[in-house]
């Protein structure tokens, strides 16, 4: 199948304009690459950008997306961040970003959706979507957050790289039949638009109800994890909590570390292997 028509698009997103704030391609190179140069050129907010395939999708650390044409969702959401938005509330922009998916996909396929801290979106501890957030000035200062996400969708794991086959899977594959990539991309930027209005005007209580949502998909809070930081260096430990400003609180188990990390650890940025859920052997 490939991209969607102007018909198509301009009847999905009615307030949204083909060449303006929506942007479609056969194919490009990356959905967040391209709406980065946007902010540097003429931001808008709100802007759109979908593809049927990406030659160079980018997931987190700059890791390689597996993005085949025809069967998948690669987009993302160019929103602009008010003056008065706290730069410490950025880091909730990626987790509710996944809860918005999750959410959206769970009431649509009625399939066990959750989250592994900070930005994969699972089912039944399979990765089937990933979320990439960056953020840039465009040339009069203002600040800008692109939301990325990519979500398999019609992909049969079997096509997979081999490496690749045992950790991820596609709604397809989980529910059997095929969806419609054009459903799903029109409710999900619904849903994100939605939640990024609420964080937009954050303050104590909507965070408070952001972390109790996060946590209601989380499938990382109360497992035994093992963080594993960008420089190499691991901490085994129990995800105990997300801080106020999106980062994994993660309490040390003592006899592995030394008594420098005898309280709660922030955890802003690493990847996370889950180990066990508390409790179970």
Request: proline share 5%; hydrophobic share 35%.
């Amino acid at each position: 199948m490939s991209i969607y028509s102007p018909t198509e698009l301009a009847a999905a997103f009615p307030n949204k304009q083909v060449g303006t704030t929506l942007f479609a391609f056969e194919e490009m190179s990356s959905t967040n690459s391209f709406g980065l140069e946007l902010i540097h050129q003429t931001p808008q907010d709100g802007i759109l950008i979908c593809t049927n395939g990406q030659s160079r999708g980018r997931g987190r650390l700059e890791r390689r997306w597996f993005s085949p044409p025809c069967l998948n969702i690669y987009a993302s959401l160019v929103k602009q961040l008010q003056p008065t938005f706290p730069i410490q509330n950025t880091g909730w922009i990626p987790l509710l970003a996944g809860v918005s998916i999750a959410k959206t996909l769970k009431e649509i396929t009625d399939l066990p959706l959750s989250l592994k801290w900070p930005n994969d979106i699972l089912i039944q501890k399979k990765k089937v979507g990933g979320i990439l957030c960056e953020s840039a000035n465009d040339r009069n200062g203002t600040r800008w957050v692109v939301i990325g996400f990519g979500i398999n969708v019609n992909l049969n794991t079997a096509t997979l790289p081999v490496e690749l086959q045992e950790t991820a899977t596609s709604l397809r594959q989980e529910s059997g039949h095929d969806w419609d990539r054009l459903t799903l991309l029109r409710k999900i930027t619904m849903a994100l638009e939605e939640e990024f209005a609420e964080l937009a005007n954050s303050h104590t209580g909507i965070l408070n109800q952001a972390n109790e949502n996060y946590q209601r998909y989380s499938s990382t809070i109360g497992h035994i994890i093992q963080v594993q930081f960008p420089d190499g260096s691991n901490l085994t430990g129990f995800a105990q909590a997300i801080g106020e400003q999106g980062q994994l609180q993660v309490r040390p188990i003592s006899s592995q570390v030394t008594t420098q990390f005898d309280k709660i650890v922030d955890v802003h940025s690493a990847d996370i292997l889950h180990i066990r859920p508390v409790g179970l052997p």
